[in-house]
């Protein structure tokens, strides 16, 4: 995939085509940016349930055509019987399992309270029976599994077969699926259903509450009623941090928006414009170390934050952490990235409204739990917590889990509007700084920063070693380089999923759209 997508009017970017079009709809039919999204968040719930689901969380960042950027943290918290006590005979706290799925749902929490937003700044909106048609019609009728989840499934069946109400819907008579097989979900077409009848709200303090209630309950999470009825999303103001480009945002914590910005910051004073391949890989990767010594030490939940993490974004701290970088040198790497599965989405729609999001169930397939009789995969983003006392992260009971989740937007000085991000736990602000370095410092084509040969650093599923890792397209001379300069590199495949899906949409000062979407997901920019 070389070209980018251009339109006159609105633009989607998806890892699922079937969600493109599901927000395009939207668009066509003279809905907003936040309508859209909500229609591509419900439908990618059905079509892509390896990355993300109703039952994980979401993050949105709305940048108006005028004025500052608002975020929304629809994330949830840990459950009120997610205590200490309750973990102390295990050594780490699952990633499977009932106990696994400890923090409560945001995501349906996010699509209200962005549907409130877009209520009071747009004079026409749609119906939800509208916006969620697709979904229902996918989870009632069937969707083609995609080499993607088959994957996924394949790789994690081992620890999912045995998980309540998993091996019904994924691996059914305990096969698993093949791409291209039909994957149906009638339970979460029902679930689907409840919403449109008794509005979104129900999920947490309605008739499919109590259903969810009821479930937890059965299976022994650490979920209560009342954690689900206490939930709700919240209005943010986003980090930023002047570029010489312009204004970037990110998303505060309880995730790690402000390594990505940090990082950013630290390549912006490195003339990273004029680098080669070998020294802009260099720098992104030794900008990475340095930031993630940031996150290690104040993201968690934002009430037990200890300073005012847009002091860490300042021009005189990223002046000072620039500075510590050795462009020569590669620094020692020992820290334990996390991996993580999500999915990233983009809109823009004819009146300049652009969305960031992002929808999570962290790792492929979350906890593996199904809550009974609604079809609803639970996350796992509880496992980010420490059973160690004293640790910032430590567990607690309604205390918010760390998050890799962080969209992205910037505000050029030349005009241009960009909403981009990606999939991949911690791999997600590397995947930004490249995409961002390529495409706006670098002058590649929107696609072309998509498309060319990326790297991770850290691990990814099934792999501990916290090496280098690079896709195969890269060449001979780039790799001896990168070891000449200290690294640990590793090949990936060619075009690997776990550098991440990432995608961009970028409103030009005429007011046409260019969407980018990634070849290695199963997604498509759509405009119109």
Known sequence: MRHSNVAPNGMVVTPHHLASHSALAILRQGGNAIEAMVAAAATIAVVYPHMNGLGGDGFWLIVPPEGEPIAIDASGAAGSLATLE???????IPFRGPQAALTVAGTVSGWQRALEYANEHFSHSLPLSTLLADAIQYAESGIPVTASQAAATKNKASELVDLPGFSDIYLPDHQVPSAGDCLRQPDLAISLRALVKDGLESFYRGPLGEKITAGMETLGMPITGSDLAEHHAQFKTPLSIK?????????????????????????DRLDISACDEIQTIHRIVEATKLAFSLRDQYVTDPRDVSIDLQQLLSAPYLDQLSQQLNTEQAAPWGEPLLPGDTVWMGVTDKAGYSVSFIQSIYHEFGSGVVIPETGIIWQNRGAAFSLQPGHPRCLAPKKYPFHTLNPAAAKLHDGRTLVYGSMGGDGQPQTQATLFTRYVQ????????????RWLLGRTWGNASDSLKLEARFSEETYQGLRALGHLTERLDAWSEATGHAGAIVRHPNGFVEGASDPRSNGSAAGY
């Open 86 to 92: 309750r973990y102390q005979a295990m050594a780490t």
């Open 442 to 453: 670098q002058h590649f084509s929107l696609q072309e920063a998509i498309s060319a040969p």
């Open 243 to 267: 570029h010489s480009c312009g204004s970037i945002y990110n998303l505060a914590p309880p995730t790690q928006g402000v390594v990505s910005l940090a990082m950013l910051g630290i390549l």
